[in-house]
């Protein structure tokens, strides 16, 4: 059996994957050593080596348990998962040597990118793959994420001012384009000026129109650009 460890460290990668239940890795939680850690959401922390059957060496396993529903910080796949009766739990298999909170930071982190590819592929068109050719695909792909890190840009010229990094929340691309995209306006020209209506009862007419205001203030300044919101976002 070749698993995804031994394909890892064929190439030197390090790598952190969620381990899937099994009756053996079961009995290896129930007699770990679990012990309190502030540093993480769980009720108790454990690692210990472990060698599936079918793959050639032992592992390091890192293992969080809660005795209750866990509430973890930030959003967590359900497939990281799984329960007992007493207990639910969340176990990775990892080659990392640093602490099991930093393990899991690490896990945390990837599952966020996850999400954002995730977007990019349902929204923004990147598992089209248009041609047979590499190049052609290369191509789009790379304007695929132009218009994703665009729409992403765009988006952080319309936060709030108060807004901070640990609170600032991430607009995904479909709720972009019906906020301020696909909806009834007319384009009209007049006096040598051409512009576009929106409708009266358009319910984002106010921030869209922030918006605009705040693009049109983007002024260079000394090789570099004025800033547009009074606020530094930190």
């Not at 796949?77 to 969340?90: I, P, V």
């Not at 990892?94 to 996850?114: C, D, H, K, M, W």
């Not at 009834?184 to 020209?189: E, G, Q, T, Y």
Request: glycine content about 6%; aromatic content about 12%; hydrophobic content about 40%.
């Amino acid at each position: 059996m070749i698993h995804a460890g031994s394909k890892y460290e064929e190439r030197h990668c390090q790598f952190v994957i969620v381990a899937r239940k099994t009756a053996r890795l079961l009995e290896e939680l129930n007699v770990a050593e679990w012990k309190p850690s502030p540093q993480t959401d769980a009720d108790a922390p454990c690692e210990f080596t472990y060698q599936p059957d079918g793959w050639g060496k032992a592992f390091r396993f890192v293992a969080l348990r809660y005795e209750e529903a866990p509430q973890p910080a930030g959003e967590v796949e359900q497939y990281q998962l799984f329960a007992t009766s007493k207990y639910t739990y969340r176990v990775f298999v990892t080659s990392l040597q640093e602490p099991i909170s930093l393990v899991v930071a690490f896990y945390n982190g990837r599952a966020g990118a996850e999400n954002l590819t995730q977007e990019a592929n349902n929204d923004a068109g990147l598992a089209a793959h248009p041609s047979g050719r590499f190049d052609m695909n290369r191509n789009f792909f790379q304007m695929v994420m132009l218009a994703y890190n665009l729409n992403c840009w765009l988006m952080l010229f319309n936060r709030e001012e108060q807004d901070e990094v640990a609170t600032l929340r991430h607009p995904t691309l479909a709720t972009a384009r019906l906020r301020f995209l696909f909806v009834a306006a007319k384009i009209w020209s007049h006096a040598g000026r051409t512009g576009v209506s929106y409708s009266d009862h358009y319910a984002e007419k106010g921030l869209f129109g922030r918006l605009m205001q705040r693009l049109r203030g983007i002024m260079p300044r000394s090789g570099s650009f004025a800033p547009v919101l009074a606020g530094v976002l930190t």
